[in-house]
């Protein structure tokens, strides 16, 4: 059986999604600890930042339980698309959200969300359904418990999707730490307490 492709991201073809971030949602996130979730979500919308990717917000039935997107990440991105979704449960079925996401003509999908059996599968599934290459951020998407989470990471990777963190995110769309070591290497540091540490040596050794 041979291997498939190694389909590598790209920053000048990727856009990130970020599904359901709401608060009422994230309350349901039992798989990662309320401030490793929150880390990790803001996280992937610095590098989202950094690297120039295209953004788009979307919630579902934010007037009930689900409670209206997370403020942090409506200051990060004042202006990206925002689809306030009126009931539709898959994003994809929201015609605006698919819209928006056709209309940076990109085919590399980044999307993280709550919850992750739901609302990242779901769209995720779908997108694939039509062609989208796409990568499930797995530790900026958060669900009841860590059998759920199993279950949904295999539901998504048998249909060709690829797991990743944020942090090879960051790594495989810079390339090359000669690309911006120091921009590269802040961002990390500001969520990686340990990642601190490095940097903190590595700017005593360039200062020697």
């Not at 970020?18 to 996130?29: K, N």
């Not at 039509?130 to 958060?142: I, K, L, P, Y």
Request: proline content about 5%; aromatic content about 10%.
């Amino acid at each position: 059986m041979s291997q498939p492709d190694y389909k590598r991201l790209n920053k000048d073809d990727a856009v990130v999604l970020l599904v359901d971030h709401q608060t009422g949602l994230i309350s349901l996130v039992q798989d990662f600890s309320p401030n490793e979730f929150k880390n990790n979500v803001l996280a992937l919308g610095d590098l989202a930042k950094f690297f120039g990717l295209p953004t788009i917000l979307t919630t579902s039935f934010e007037q009930g339980p689900n409670g209206p997107l997370v403020p942090e990440l409506k200051e990060m991105f004042p202006d990206a698309p925002y689809i306030a979704r009126p009931g539709q449960i898959n994003a994809w079925d929201n015609e605006d959200f698919v819209k928006a996401i056709k209309a940076t003509g990109r085919k590399q999908l980044i999307i993280a969300g709550v919850v992750t059996d739901v609302c990242v599968a779901f769209p995720t599934l779908s997108a694939l359904a039509e062609g989208f290459e796409v990568f499930v951020v797995t530790d900026a998407s958060g669900t009841f418990n860590e059998t759920v989470q199993q279950a949904a990471w295999v539901r998504m990777t048998q249909a060709g999707a690829q797991m990743m963190n944020w942090f090879s995110v960051a790594c495989e769309l810079h390339r090359d730490w000669r690309n911006d070591i120091e921009g590269l290497g802040n961002l990390l540091s500001q969520r990686i307490p340990n990642y601190r540490n490095l940097m903190n040596s590595y700017a005593v050794l360039s200062a020697r």
